[in-house]
């Protein structure tokens, strides 16, 4: 199937192939798609050949980072005496990303099939599924399917009737963007403001309650039951381009393009061809212009550099950007860039915890600089002083927030500096003439 | 167990520390300040402010040297070109929104933003934007926040958290909107709760007492120890011109470590009375110190002499007075203990008194009734002591009384001898606290006409009494006590020095 | 592409009770009340009872429309906290209302990718059909709230507008008054 549009024949849909289906959502449905299989294999499974099978998959976290999914996993200490958690990082909170919502609100049981496989595979028996607060919907689904597998002994005490037990539950945020970065989650979940912690400790040794606990993105929680019954060579088999990257990948599409949404494609696939042909290229007539191609955090890339891009991990890191969260934000012909970065850097200056100062002050900092410009206030001093004030922003900070900020908006500058000057010099560029009110 | 040493190499600076220890306090080993404002030694890491960012060689990034344990091998560089960028950087962001108000802020000449400013950080500012503002909260007790100026550090939090174990303190908001907040219904009353006072590095949270009062520049410092409890912190008087304007904490890690409970710093206008005895008197008359000396020597001569001591009286008024009358009596004034439940054995203590400890050691005898059975023929010798509670009758039945002290006594209506002595701001000596720790105060400010230090006046009387005491300073005659007082045994004036020692009284739970 | 309501219709979603609600705050969680029993359950999922502050915090918002000084002190005292601390979390998530709200509470989302297609247009025409006239204003009636919000994660979906807790996708400034018409 497919959501909102059919899948592509293009595509290669292995988490999305149930998406719009409303019965995928059912237990007995979504075993008779062979559903919970991969659980009552693992459950039967020592952790660490749990753990070799991912590993050699190739699995690298789908929440942004790219952490190969195994090796995280093989961090935690088994038979160490203590409680070990699992964290399944539902906050789907990074513009431009809306997958997990899908995989959550389709097929939340290849969701609770991940998490409990995850969970048994660190040594964990309890897992937290974080969802942030606004997905009112993906909660209801999830829960629902949760009391579906908790009735059927799914989850719960002896799982599968495997004598072990596997919790899983839903913790809902609350509205807070930073809680989507691990510890700042794992401090959500404990009760507290969503400060992200200072590492070391990192959270395999001290993370939930003070617990070794690994936390994992949804997707890449979903993938695992598809690569415990197909295989490791299965998984390490889609691939086209580098082989440090695997497997199938949701992309959300949003922004100036004629059919937005999820699109799965194997690592790799030529992002002219996927922006063209599956996602049915720019609105009529217009043009594409930019396009942030890993979630709002990362540097943006003109339409040239991003017809070139192979897309996998390595493939945006070529043409400095990242794959990210595989959020895609596509600028068209008719958007100011300025207006458009401003808007990005004023959602980070929203969402700072407020704990490091280059955070707390320089997003806002930026925020007002750029809104200075785009109001046609701005100096060409201002382009340094942002530049300088990135600079202070990157690489200082607990966690990568103001990172985050800052790499969208010298990226673009980089890339769009006329739309910046001619704003500064008081003409406007005729390209973006049409975004109206600046 | 000891940890094994760490050798890491800091400014050029070869030094070896415990393994587990920060950057940034090995650097103090090595005689290197690294500039921070979230990071206080009593409190739990925050690891927020990212002013203390120093270069690790082989590190990619720069390191919060807070947070940051020291490796082997290690070279350190904290005024390299990358750290000097980083920590401008930080201070430049902690002054765009500041107001700039030094002129006006109790803090300024105190403050770390001014001093950090001055050192590292630009001399201009490339901020044009507004300035966020928001309105001035007295968050009870003595404490008042100014949220503009506030770079929400959270020592404050982390102190009312972790040492106070009273979260009455939050931070409120995030992002930039983000300030200091508590709940609506709870003030800052916890008893030592001013101390977030003195933890702000800047001037955002500020004493209602010292309000507008003295600029820091203007005051004088003296070492010396809380007068206000048996608790004996260590503080440093702060005066000026002559006036006792606050107290604040010093650091002793075996006392009070940084802190100095709310009723203890806020008790210092005594020091400060004006109602003070200032003249050696005879029979209401005026005399000269050698005469007052000599009629109190003559009243007492071969008398039974009742001896009302203060218990904040220091160990050498305490020794010199026994010396010449035999021990006497004292009276503790008594409240609720406080504690610092985050610190180990800190408390406001029950006995509000500074020498209780010192008295009992030297033989005195603590009461509540100090005239009780004082026999007609008596000679009653009242030495600091304000006989709250006694009344006058009942003075007079003495066949004479003797007023050493700052102050003439209400119950007293017909001294037949007074000679004023200096308060303990006024003069030097020692307290020995509840533990038996002895630790040495210092003159702060100038005692007011011809009173005289405490030791100075007894041990002239002693000497007339027939008991020679011929010392010219303080630390002589704490000397010839710890010979003559067996608790005090071993420990001089000079190696008790401002830190303090344990006396021997103290393990041997000795009673003179 | 779907048009209107989420796929789900929202059905799945407790209608979640806003509104104005200025009378004296009446206790939540009072012994034997099916909130505490609701909570009292919860808290054994963690090994803190700190943990149940979030969840405790939406139970409240559910109930109240918002989050009230003296919830947080219930709050604080039923999870023993203080209401210090409460108030620092209460204020760190944006969902929690600290001030009483539009008994609609429309949030539009204006980030990047919204704001790409046309989610400031969105946002005057609840304005003006509300007749909340201003951001973060309640309507005269008391009905709506409407505020920007940051990204709702449904981009592909743009522009997302979550009235309550549920999401209506793909909203255009011509579809606001039906939206509105819908809402009682």
Known sequence: MGYPHKSHPRETPVLSKHFGDPKARELETWKSFGGYRALQQALAMEPTAIQDVVKASGLRGRGGAGFPTGLKWSFMKLGDGKPHYLCCNADESEPGTFKDREIMRWTPHALIEGCAIGAHAIGAETCFIYIRGEFSEPIAVMERALAEARAAGIIGKNAMGSGKTVDVWVHKGAGAYICGEETALMNSIEGKRGNPRIKPPFPAVAGLFGMPTTINNVETLAAVPHILNNGAEWYKAMCTASPKSTGSKLFSVCGNVARPGNYEVVMGFPFKEFLYDLCGGPPPGRKFKAIIPGGSSVPVITIEEAEQVKMDYEGFLEYGTMLGSGGVIIFDDAQSMPRQLARLARFYAHESCAQCTQCREGTAWMTKILERIVAGQGTFEDLDTIFELAENMTGKTICVLSDSCAAPVTSGIQRFRHEFEALISGKRSSSVAVAGAL | ?512 | MSHGPSASGGALVAAAPHGHDHAPYTPVFTAGSARRAELDALITRYPTKMAALLPALWMVQEERGWIAPEAMSEVASVLDLTAAYVKGVVTFYTMYHQHPVGRHFIQVCTTSPCLCAGADKVVDSFLEHTGCKELGVTSPDGKFTVIEVECLGACGFATPVQINADYVENVTPEKVPAILAGLK
């Open chain 2, 1 to 512: 167990m000891t940890a094994p040493m760490v050798n890491l190499t800091i400014e050029g600076r070869a030094v070896a520390v415990p393994a587990g220890t920060t950057i940034l306090e090995a650097a103090k080993v090595a005689g290197v300040l690294v500039p921070h404002y979230c990071y206080h030694p009593g409190l739990p890491v925050a690891g927020v402010c990212r002013m203390c960012l120093v270069e690790v060689e082989k590190m990619p990034k720069l390191a919060p040297s807070c947070a940051t344990t020291v490796g082997e091998g290690q070279v350190v560089h904290v005024y390299s070109e990358k750290a000097l960028e980083a920590r401008k950087g930080v201070l430049e962001l902690l002054l765009i929104n500041h107001p700039l108000d030094c002129p006006i802020c109790d803090q300024s000449g105190e403050c770390e933003l001014q001093d950090y400013t001055f050192a590292e950080g630009r001399a201009d500012s490339r901020y044009r934007e507004p300035k966020r503002f928001n309105p001035v909260e007295d968050f009870g007790g003595d404490v008042m926040y100014v949220p503009n100026r506030c770079i929400l550090c959270t020592r404050c939090v982390r102190f009312m958290d972790d040492l106070a174990h009273d979260e009455a303190l939050c931070v409120q908001e995030r992002g930039d909107r983000a300030s200091i907040g508590k709940a609506t219904e709870k003030d800052l009353t916890h008893p030592w709760a001013a101390n977030v006072v003195d933890l702000c590095p800047v001037g955002a949270l500020l004493s209602k007492d010292f309000l507008n009062k003295a600029r820091a520049w203007e005051l004088d410092r003296t070492a010396s120890v809380c007068p206000n409890c048996a608790q004996g912190c260590n503080t440093i008087v702060e005066t000026r011109d002559n006036v006792v304007m606050r107290f604040k904490p010093r650091t002793n890690t075996e006392v009070n470590q940084y802190f100095l409970c709310d009723e203890g710093r806020l008790d210092y206008r005594w020091l400060n009375r004006a109602d003070r005895a200032t003249q050696p008197m005879i029979d209401g008359v005026l005399a000269d110190w050698e005469e007052a000396i000599h009629a109190a020597a003559r009243l007492a001569k071969g008398a039974t002499v009742r001896l009302v001591a203060n218990a904040s009286l220091s160990n050498e008024a305490l020794y010199l007075l026994k010396r010449a009358f035999g021990p006497g009596v004292i009276t503790v004034r008594t409240g609720a203990e406080a504690p610092l439940p985050g610190a180990s054995d800190l408390a406001l203590r029950a006995d509000r008194a500074a020498n209780a400890t010192g008295a009992e050691w030297m033989g005195y005898r603590r009461v509540s009734a100090p005239l009780e059975g004082l026999g007609a023929g008596d000679v009653l010798v009242i030495a600091d002591h304000d006989l709250t509670g006694v009344s006058a009758e009942a003075v007079s039945r003495a066949k004479a009384v003797i007023v050493i002290g700052t102050q003439v006594p209400a119950a007293v209506t017909a001294p037949n001898v007074v000679l004023p002595i200096a308060n303990m701001a006024e003069e030097e000596g020692t307290f020995t606290n509840l533990r038996g720790r002895v630790q040495r105060f210092l003159q702060a400010k100038a005692a007011p006409g011809m009173a005289r230090p405490s030791w100075f006046v007894l041990a002239d009387l002693a000497t007339q009494l027939g008991q020679p005491a011929v010392h010219f300073t303080a630390g002589a005659v704490f000397d010839a006590l710890a010979k003559a007082e067996g608790a005090f045994a071993g420990l001089s004036y000079d190696t008790v020095a401002l830190k303090g020692k344990l006396a021997a009284g103290a393990t041997a739970g000795a009673r003179a």
